[in-house]
Each structure stands twice: as structure tokens, then as C-alpha cells.
């Protein structure tokens, strides 16, 4: 009987879906391409994860030449290199969590404060910029600026300190992209945290000034909650790319010199994959990477339902 009752309500579901399809065809209609992009270029590429358990040969079977099993993957796990980028790619994406997630959230905050609307929409509009310039024209200013004849050394050197070659030493490499993507992602970060503050009733406000709570108490008891559901989310798709780093930036800021500390999974995954010709050596990479990040997900979307009870599904 209870099986019964399951195909019934399921037949009545998609009953459903249809009779909603056929009258609002036109909303459904604009879906279409998205999911089409989805199809093609997210979805369609994963056949050719295929190669990651066979030997692909340029020129020969789209699927490779024959099956080898895990064999790519327990290279890369015997090779020392490989745990030099994984460790580079953790520190840097914790770095980027722990600095970059958070200050979109307090930047949200301080703008809601300000009064002066003229000086509000200014700032907004000057931090949104940097997220519309492309990663070149951002890294072309990045070596500009940090040159040995840029405007920081000589700023050192006007202050009798020795000139610094910023983009050559490898200590420094971390430090300058973590700083780089929070002022290129900082404004564009904070918009949905902004358009969350709307969201939230302004009679709560009223009632805590009216109990005597200062700005600071509001803060705490009633906006950082009512845009805990969004910061959670967000959250979860953070830690979700957190392998990926941005590979476009890496690939322009790094050099030979600095590989100790910015030599990434990506960037490593493009010379021998690419560069290289290992194809199915770089899949095998690139697919045990999509791997932990989906773990991850799964892992904070756990997590997080059972310690917030906010969650993506």
C-alpha cells in the first residue's frame, strides 16, 4: 500500500510539472541556455575523466589506448613534487578563506552603518571597480607597482630602507596574492551581504533601541544573525572551491624563482599536463582534486546543518 501511495503522489508530482511547464513556458524558457552551458561545459567534460584510468595517447582514441587502472594516480601520489603543491595550494586557499571570506562580511557591515548616502554609494562604487579589471591588467599593475624602480621601493628608499625584489622572492609571493584578491574581491563580495541587510525587519531595531541596546549589541543580536543563512551558504561554497585556486593569477604572478611557495596544484596540473603532454597523468590530478572538494561540500554542509541548522540541501 505504501509503495502505491508513492507512485501515486509521483505521478501526481510530475503531472504537476508539466501542467506548470505548459502554462508558464515562457520563465521556463529562460533557463534554457543556462542549462545548456551546464550541459556542455560542465557536465559533457566529465567523460573525459575517462582518461585518468587509461593511457591516453595524443592522436589515438579520444578515450585512451588501454586501461591502466589507478596506475596515474599512485604516481602523483609517490611523487614528492606533488605534495610541495598540495601543501602550497592548502596554505594558500586557507589564507584566502580566513582573510578574503570574512572581510566582504565586515566591509557589508561597516557600509550599513554610514549615514551619508553620497559618501556610501562613493565607496561602494570605488571597491566594486578592481573586481572588473581582468587578471592581466591586474597583474601587469601588480609588477608595476612592486617593481625594484616602482613606487613602494622607492617609498623604502626614500625612508633609507633597502630596495625589496617584491616579485622575485618567494616568501613574499603569498602575502601579495592573498592581498591582491581581497582588493580586487572585497566591494563585489560584500553585494550580497549588503542585499541580505535589506532583508531585515527594521522593527527589531526599533525594539532594541528601545531596551537600551547601542549600535554594537544591534550588530551582534540582530544583524549578523539575520544574514547568518547567507554567510552559511556562501561558506559552504567557499570551502567547497577550496582547492581551486585562482589559476589565471597564479599562472601571472609566479616565476621559476618563487615555485617554492606558489607553485600550485593547477599550475602544476598545466605543465605536465599540458606542457608536458602527460594528459591522463594531469586528469588523474585534477580529478582526485574535484574529488576532496567534493568532500569537503559534503563535509561542511554537514556540519553546518547540524551546528546551524542552515544548509544547502
Do not use: C
Amino acid at each position: 500500500m505504501e509503495a502505491t501511495k508513492k507512485v501515486k503522489d509521483l505521478k501526481i508530482s510530475k503531472n504537476e510539472l508539466w501542467t506548470s511547464i505548459r502554462k508558464d513556458w515562457q520563465l521556463y524558457s529562460l533557463i534554457l541556455l543556462p542549462v545548456l552551458y551546464l550541459i556542455i561545459f560542465k557536465y559533457g567534460p566529465m567523460f573525459g575523466n575517462i582518461i585518468a584510468f587509461r593511457r591516453f595517447i595524443p592522436g589515438g582514441s579520444i578515450v585512451g589506448e588501454e586501461w591502466v587502472g589507478l596506475q596515474y594516480f599512485q604516481m602523483f601520489l609517490n611523487d614528492p613534487t606533488f605534495y610541495k603543491v598540495f601543501a602550497n595550494t592548502f596554505i594558500l586557499a586557507f589564507l584566502l578563506l580566513v582573510i578574503t571570506f570574512p572581510a566582504p562580511i565586515i566591509f557589508a557591515l561597516l557600509l550599513n552603518e554610514l549615514k551619508n548616502q553620497f559618501f556610501k554609494r562613493f565607496v561602494q562604487t570605488a571597491s566594486y571597480l578592481p573586481h572588473f579589471f581582468s587578471v592581466v591588467v591586474v597583474a601587469g599593475m601588480v609588477f608595476e607597482v612592486l617593481a625594484l624602480n616602482g613606487p613602494v621601493n622607492s617609498l623604502l628608499a626614500s625612508l633609507n630602507f633597502e630596495k625589496i625584489s617584491f616579485m622575485q622572492l618567494p616568501e613574499w609571493f603569498r602575502t601579495i596574492f592573498v592581498g591582491v584578491d581581497l582588493w580586487q574581491t572585497l566591494g563585489w563580495g560584500a553585494i550580497l551581504y549588503l542585499a541580505a541587510l535589506t532583508g531585515i525587519n527594521e522593527e527589531l531595531y526599533e525594539a532594541a533601541r528601545i531596551d537600551g541596546a547601542n549600535r554594537w549589541k544591534q550588530t551582534i543580536h540582530i544583524t549578523i544573525p539575520g544574514i547568518l543563512p547567507t554567510i552559511v551558504v556562501l561558506l559552504i561554497l567557499n570551502i567547497g572551491n577550496f582547492l581551486q585556486i585562482g589559476f589565471e593569477k597564479v599562472l601571472l604572478l609566479y616565476n621559476p624563482l618563487t615555485y617554492e611557495t606558489a607553485d600550485v596544484i593547477a599550475t602544476y596540473v598545466y605543465r605536465v599536463g599540458l606542457q608536458s603532454g602527460s594528459f591522463s597523468y594531469g586528469t588523474a590530478i585534477g580529478l582526485f582534486e574535484s574529488i576532496i572538494g567534493l568532500l569537503l561540500v559534503l563535509g561542511a554542509n554537514y556540519l553546518s546543518k547540524r551546528i546551524t541548522d542552515n544548509s544547502l540541501w
